[in-house]
T-cell receptor, first 109, second 113 residues
Framework: GQSLEQPSEVTAVEGAIVQINCTYQTSGFYGLSWYQQHDGGAPTFLSYNALDGLEETGRFSSFLSRSDSYGYLLLQELQMKDSASYFC??????????FGTGTQLKVEL | DAGVTQSPTHLIKTRGQQVTLRCSPKSGHDTVSWYQQALGQGPQFIFQYYEEEERQRGNFPDRFSGHQYPNYSSELNVNALLLGDSALYLCAGSTGAQFYGYTFGSGTRLTVV
């Protein structure tokens, strides 16, 4: 089976940097993705790591360590619109996505 | 180019009834995956359809079934509804060889009373 753990909630101020961690246990692993979901909305793809290291996409960066079964999403220059839930997800066999329970990010003034 | 379209957006059903949810992936996507997202939880994989066949299935009972049409659109059917089936049902489109970057619809909010 597969399981992913994330902090349930993170709070930060506008303009700051925040890191959301994800640890996983899987029986099959192709890569780790991150999705953003605003209340009642569709999950939106942010980033993907198949290999160890850092991937940067604008204000968002994602890191993966396969040996540690660990990854994180780094959000820089936080904006109020970044307040949302963030999910890590493992791509396993058959391109199946297994999601974590999600981290609710609250950005305050 | 339209994104993933799901219908209806909201639905209220009575326990024991049956429901059909619909999904049209965006152009170029031939694979459809369905997820159930309970309030405050991450999406849970139900099943995936490719070339009109169920390619993979998650840990859901046989009350959950699906179908994919030649135009790649898909349906999710749930029989004998339970209160616990109340959730947001999400559809995601991808290509058969795609590992990431799936495109999700906004979902159907199903409430079972």
């Amino acid at each position: 089976g597969q399981s992913l753990e994330q902090p349930s909630e993170v709070t930060a101020v506008e303009g700051a940097i925040v890191q959301i961690n994800c640890t996983y246990q899987t029986s099959g692993f192709y890569g780790l993705s991150w999705y953003q979901q605003h209340d009642g909305g569709a999950p939106t793809f942010l980033s993907y790591n198949a290999l160890d290291g850092l991937e940067e996409t604008g204000r968002f960066s994602s890191f993966l360590s396969r040996s540690d079964s660990y990854g994180y999403l780094l959000l820089q220059e936080l904006q109020m619109k970044d307040s949302a839930s963030y999910f890590c997800a493992v791509t396993g066999g058959g391109n199946k996505l297994t999601f974590g329970t999600g981290t609710q990010l609250k950005v305050e003034l | 180019d339209a994104g993933v379209t799901q219908s209806p957006t909201h639905l209220i059903k009575t326990r024991g009834q049956q429901v059909t949810l619909r999904c049209s992936p965006k152009s170029g996507h031939d694979t459809v995956s369905w997820y159930q997202q309970a309030l405050g939880q991450g999406p849970q994989f139900i099943f995936q359809y490719y070339e009109e066949e169920e390619r993979q299935r998650g840990n859901f009972p046989d009350r959950f079934s699906g179908h994919q049409y030649p135009n790649y659109s898909s349906e999710l059917n749930v029989n004998a509804l339970l209160l616990g089936d109340s959730a947001l049902y999400l559809c995601a489109g991808s290509t058969g060889a795609q590992f990431y970057g799936y495109t999700f619809g906004s979902g159907t909010r199903l409430t079972v009373v």
